[in-house]
């Protein structure tokens, strides 16, 4: 047997190698992940790539012409140190803003949290399969509907020649006669809320559905034998088999809690009631395109960025509480 | 089965992600042109002074049949081939008839066409630039108040300079030597950047901008407050309203008819209390009797005005959700014949296009003289009419420091033969052989159609607001004989001219041209004031007292301001 032969063993055996590994992903199912790639080449490309310009932050920004490279405005704009910060500590506008996005948030949080879990169980509970189904792909179709979409409904609702101060007025004038609905700092954080749980709170359920779905059933058989009622069983079993997913959501919700939904607000909201709407994210719209003087992107960048600091302490505080109280958290 | 479909889903979502990517030039085909536009602070095509040679009326017309007839081509001096990218509103309507057709022969180009809104267009048009990532003509609404952003990216190397030496382009030459704007504004260390499309504005006019009133005239003799001459003081329309509200002689139902409607954009700018602001000079900063800069906004005088406005707004005068109209719903309800009054932009050009097309031949009008322009004198003050003088242009376009000089020259020939007469005939009147023919005399022979009332109907729409825009807007078509709007406006004309109670609000060129840092950064502080005035003008609080709560808000602020313009202006 000569080297050549050798080398012809040698590739063929490499060529048998190479098969029965591809083989081996095929049959282990590893072919799945390849669906991670797209979304992993989202999170490089949208969360990762732009993360150097969080150094504008600490920049006047300025922007180059014909210049190559991903992140050639960042030498070209000069450093102004900490100016973009203790600019946004003197901005009355900035804490208002702060404020508003703490107190929606809380209150999305605490009335709007527990409606998908409370419907998910009410739903799970429904006998006729039909109706059942009926009543989910109601919940759920809001969902699909934009913010411009829905903000356009409430508009046509409850403004000034909405359908509902029609019908008061047709009841009786004096109801309406300084009709400010829309414009009222007292309405507009709940009209928030209930849009809000509204168009989100049937989409939310999905998950608990599945969760419910996932339940041992011989628990339930068990607990009738033992007499025990719907409702026992709703708190006994369904409750607690679901708490994990319910404390992951939880998390990730506290996580997410400087963001308070831009498209809702943005497209609700107007001058008049911007000491209760105005939250971080259309503050930072408003600063960084509706300014009538030049845009400054290192304003902007600081403010986001502060945004952001404050969702990541939140997120790894409440996953540590969650911890503290027994559960597994998200991390 | 499910492996293979995984493998599929993968592969397209990774090809879809692939095609996220910016492509060499967007294609406007795709991309969401069709948007609900509103037109916001529409130029106003400026009278024609000259006078205009008549139209042959007695020769019988041609109809004019986009499908049927063959085009004139034209014939292009041009052997390249080039293909220009331009930012351009109502981008499904553009660049479709036969009139385009022959311009794009003409020049031997193509449009790539970047679709703009009146809502995204100043946001559009900072992403692209500050990304360098703009089309080849840069087309945008600047006001003055963007000088310093506008000289930023100038000096930064944004834009191709326009050559000082234009004697190869005289009608842009011609357009450079009336114009104010192009050295105080758009030019850097005495190059220019930016090209200003005059708005030609006729002498009476002081370049004046018409933030003024249309009005249901009809409705106004028939609760018997009619006026002759179209001029009311504040008492007297309030009067009117209240009795238009209770007659309902639209038929809108007893209480339901709104009193005043307005563009979007005139309530964003607070056109309802500028009007009733009583100064002689510009709003904004101006000097005061001791020759020092102020903020007109920050005195008594203007918050009267807000006084007034939110007056006006609280008793019921003012339609509630105007406020909440990011669109031209205000519009839609005085065109529907829901709304006595409507302030925007109501030009002889505006009456001439949305009120001739849509009211009088869309039959919501009883006839021609059903809805007029008014003036609404003062309240504040001395009880004058007041119009603010505004940039000598509306919009400003630049070209990219991407374009190689074939295109550049290309573009600046496009623009050139658009300001010159033969231009102005292609703008207003069309296509020769097409939409016209000339006479030995000079005389135009139009081919359109005419309407019941002899008025010739445009084959072509939203000229005003296209690709031709950059170079110029146009005088009147009087070859057209569209003269509705202008003979409505004659009253008005008359009355600015004549009364003595005509106040037009100077431009403050030397400020507005100011690009110092503090000026640079807040302005007039357009953006917070305009957010004050709405919060106060929908809320039952004192006026006067939020007032000076605001101003005590930006003192310091404002203070850096004016120090920097006395410094520096004085």
């Known amino acids: 047997m000569d080297s050549s032969d050798i080398k012809s063993i040698q590739n063929a055996q490499k060529a048998k190698n190479r098969k029965r590994i591809l083989k081996r992903i095929w049959q282990l199912k590893w072919i799945y992940l390849l669906m991670v790639l797209p979304g992993l080449a989202v999170i490089i490309i949208f969360r990762y790539l732009p993360l150097p310009g969080i150094a504008l932050a600490w920049k006047k920004f300025t922007p180059t012409f014909g210049a190559k490279g991903l992140y050639s405005y960042l030498s070209s704009s000069k450093s102004v140190g900490w100016k973009h910060f203790r600019s946004l500590w003197r901005e009355a506008e900035f804490w208002t803003a702060t404020k508003n996005t703490f107190v929606i948030s809380l209150l999305k949080l605490v009335f709007g949290f527990p409606f998908p879990v409370i419907l998910a169980i009410l739903i799970n509970e429904m006998t006729l399969k039909r109706y059942k189904k009926t009543i989910q792909t109601i919940y759920t179709f809001p969902h699909f509907l934009s913010w411009v979409v829905v903000s356009g409904m409430v508009l046509n609702l409850f403004g000034d020649t909405g359908a509902v101060k029609s019908v008061l007025t047709s009841i009786n004038p004096n109801w309406t006669s300084n009709w400010n609905f829309l414009y009222n700092s007292k309405s507009f954080r709940p009209l928030l809320v209930v849009s809000d749980i509204w168009k989100e709170g049937g989409w939310g359920t999905i998950l608990y559905l599945a969760a419910i779905a996932g339940i041992d059933p011989s628990l339930h058989e068990a607990a009738i034998v033992d007499g025990a009622n719907r409702f026992q069983r709703i708190i006994r079993i369904t409750l607690p088999e679901i708490t994990s997913l319910i404390i992951i959501m939880l998390i990730l919700q506290i996580g997410n809690m400087m963001n308070a939904n831009f498209d809702q607000i943005f497209n609700l909201y107007s001058p008049p009631v911007f000491d209760v709407g105005d939250v971080i994210d259309t503050y930072i719209y408003r600063k960084t395109f509706q300014s009538s003087t030049a845009l400054d992107y290192g304003f902007s960048t600081a403010v986001g960025l502060f945004k952001n600091v404050i969702n990541f302490v939140l997120l790894i505080s409440a996953n540590r509480i969650a911890k503290i109280f027994g559960h597994d958290g998200i991390m | ?570």
């Not at chain 2, 406007?28 to 948007?35: D, F, L, N, R």
């Not at chain 2, 000097?287 to 939110?310: C, M, P, S, V």
Request: aromatic fraction near 12%.
């Open chain 2, 1 to 570: 089965m499910k492996k293979v479909l995984a493998l599929i889903l993968a592969a397209c979502m990774i090809l879809g992600l692939a095609g996220c990517t910016q492509p060499a030039t967007p294609d406007a085909g795709t991309t969401p042109a069709a948007q609900e536009d509103t037109k916001k602070d529409e130029p106003a095509p400026a009278d024609d002074t000259k006078e205009a040679a008549p139209a042959d009326d007695t020769k019988e017309a041609a109809p004019a049949d986009d499908t049927k007839e063959e085009e004139p081509a034209a014939t292009s001096e041009y052997d390249t081939h080039v293909t220009i990218s331009m930012d351009v509103l109502d981008a499904e309507k553009t660049n479709i008839s036969a009139k385009d057709e022959f311009f794009r022969n003409k020049f031997n180009i193509d449009w790539d066409l970047y679709p703009v809104t009146w809502g995204d267009w100043l946001e559009k048009i900072r992403a692209w630039v500050n990304a360098d990532d703009m089309p080849d003509i840069v087309w945008w609404d600047m006001k003055a108040a963007n000088t310093a952003e506008f000289k930023q990216w100038a000096a930064a190397g944004a834009f191709r300079e326009i050559p000082e030496d234009l004697s190869r382009w005289p009608n842009l030459q011609r357009l450079r030597d009336e114009l104010v704007s192009d050295d105080a504004l758009l030019s850097v260390d005495g190059h220019l950047y930016g090209w200003p499309s005059s708005r030609q504005n006729p002498p009476e006019l002081d370049n004046c901008y018409y933030p003024m009133f249309a009005y249901r005239r009809d409705w106004a003799k028939a609760v018997g407050m009619y006026k002759e001459g179209d001029v009311y003081t504040w008492d007297e329309v309030k009067a009117m309203i209240d009795a238009i509200k209770a007659q309902d002689p639209g038929g809108n139902g007893v209480g339901n008819t709104i009193g005043i409607t307005m563009e979007s954009w005139a309530w964003e700018q607070y056109q309802l209390v500028t009007i009733n602001s009583p100064n002689p000079d510009r709003l904004g900063y101006h000097k005061d009797e001791n020759g020092n800069y102020r903020l007109y906004e920050a005195t008594d005088e203007f918050a009267d005005a807000i006084e007034f406005a939110q007056s006006l707004y609280q008793g019921g005068y003012v339609w509630k959700d105007q406020i909440n109209d990011s669109g031209n719903d205000g519009f839609q309800k005085f065109l529907a014949g829901q709304a006595f009054m409507f302030l925007g932009n109501d030009s002889p050009a505006w009456f001439n296009g949305d009120v001739l097309n849509k009211m009088v031949r869309g039959g919501i009008v009883p006839d021609d003289e059903a809805v007029a322009p008014m003036i609404v004198l003062s309240e504040c003050g001395d009880h004058n009419f007041y119009l603010i003088q505004s940039e000598d242009y509306w919009t400003v376009a630049s070209i990219s420091h991407n374009v190689d000089d074939e295109k550049f020259e290309r573009i600046l020939d496009m623009w050139d033969w658009l300001a010159s007469e033969e231009g102005r005939i292609f703008l207003v009147a069309g296509v020769e052989g097409k939409d016209y023919t000339k006479n030995a005399d000079g005389t135009y022979n139009i081919l359109w159609e005419k309407d019941e009332t002899g008025a010739y109907i445009s084959p072509y729409q939203d000229m005003a607001f296209n690709i031709y825009t950059p170079a110029t807007l146009t005088a009147s078509p009087n070859e057209t004989s569209v003269q509705y709007g202008y003979k409505l406006f004659e009253p008005i004309y008359d009355y600015m001219a004549n009364s003595g109670n005509f106040v037009s609000q100077k431009m403050p060129w030397e400020v507005m041209a100011w690009n110092g840092p503090e000026y640079s950064e807040y302005g007039y502080f357009y953006s917070d004031i305009s957010t004050e005035i709405s919060k106060i003008m929908v809320s039952d609080v004192d006026a006067h007292e939020e007032w000076a709560k605001f101003r005590e808000s930006i003192a310091d602020k404002l203070k850096a301001v004016e120090d920097e313009l006395n410094a520096n202006l004085k």
